[in-house]
């Protein structure tokens, strides 16, 4: 990996997103934090979102934005800015913000995060005038290159070891999944539950806040995971670094999971046909679990949280950008100033 800028002052990083704390959003930005001076812009989550994804009890967690306000175009997002202040990169963090037109008149560089880009395809569009793209998903890097997008790049997700540690106490359960297990949405993930349930003891929960979530996966021998569409999901690397045994789905090597982890030294991946097999013989052997677990939360602290996610993203731009020349440079290009 490039090594980072050596500027002073810091890099001064815009970051556009919506304010919520359930999500990746939360953990790159404060992982920008230590590195750079940041500002971030965007709604945050409203009283019906909380509604439609079970959380108003979460409420009190949610934390505004710098700026607390939506931005549809440059003109509006270079209002948003502070009085005196400027940009040395804007950082747009896939959220549910609305699309910012002509991101491309800003002469500093731009960069976009997207981590579920199967959601929603328009995407692979509207992002393609920003300098660089980094995809959460290994084949979405491909895909959004091939749509025209100059520099893209796969950037997996990751974990943060403030919120996802290890709890003590007793393992009441054999395996534990935090997550949504709505039919509607996920029948493949509710399905394999339920199959694990008939031979196991399962908890399995939803709209957990970190600390609940790290004390439900420490309070059991296993953690599943059952990603959406082969994705290495948020779960993979939270799991892990709780230092939880991972039983997770096989297919998501099509996105690099066995490019990042060892089969049967970090986690344990399962096919339909091998679940219950797999998950009886881990069970049964305490050693081995306690060597997985050991192994995945060393290696996921060693590269994979979001602090390596930030250092990559930012040694990836400054491969090609002269930060010295951004600072010289008037704010747009020329076009509607």
């Not at 971030?40 to 700026?67: E, K, M, Q, Y």
């Not at 992002?127 to 950037?155: I, K, M």
């Not at 991972?246 to 049967?264: K, Q, S, Y």
């Not at 060393?298 to 400054?318: D, F, G, K, N």
Request: proline share 4%; with cysteine.
């Amino acid at each position: 990996m490039a090594s980072l800028p050596d500027l002073s002052p810091r890099l001064r990083v815009c970051v556009v997103c919506k304010a919520t704390p359930f999500i990746w959003v939360h953990h790159y930005a404060k992982a920008l934090r230590n590195y750079c001076d940041v500002i971030t812009i965007g709604s945050s989550l409203t009283a019906a979102d909380l509604v439609a994804t079970g959380r108003t009890h979460l409420a009190h967690l949610v934390v505004p934005n710098d700026v607390d306000r939506d931005v549809n175009n440059v003109h509006e997002l270079i209002e948003a800015f502070p009085e005196g202040w400027r940009p040395d990169l804007v950082i747009t963090i896939q959220s549910g913000v609305p699309q910012i037109e002509n991101i491309d008149w800003l002469s500093c560089p731009t960069a976009y995060i997207s981590i579920d880009t199967w959601h929603d395809f328009a995407e692979m569009i509207h992002v393609r005038p920003y300098d660089f793209v980094f995809a959460a998903q290994r084949e979405f890097a491909a895909h959004l290159a091939s749509t025209g997008c100059a520099n893209a790049h796969w950037l997996p997700l990751a974990s943060d070891p403030d919120a996802h540690c290890p709890m003590s106490g007793e393992k009441k359960h054999d395996i534990a999944f935090v997550g949504s297990i709505e039919r509607s949405l996920h029948a493949e993930r509710a399905n394999r539950i339920s199959r694990l349930a008939e031979h196991f003891s399962v908890l399995a929960d939803t709209a957990l806040d970190a600390t609940a979530m790290s004390r439900a996966y420490s309070g059991a021998k296993l953690a599943f995971n059952s990603s959406v569409a082969q994705d290495v999901n948020m779960r993979v690397f939270e799991a892990m670094a709780m230092g939880l045994p991972l039983l997770t789905n096989r297919n998501a090597d099509v996105n690099g999971l066995f490019e990042l982890f060892r089969d049967g030294e970090h986690l344990i991946a399962y096919d339909d046909d091998d679940l219950i097999d797999l998950a009886r013989r881990y069970l049964d052997d305490d050693s081995t679990r306690a060597k997985i677990a050991a192994n995945a939360r060393a290696e996921v602290l060693a590269h994979h949280t979001y602090a390596h996610r930030v250092q990559t993203l930012l040694a990836t731009i400054s491969e090609k950008i002269d930060w010295q020349q951004v600072r010289a440079r008037p704010l747009l290009r020329g076009h509607g100033a």
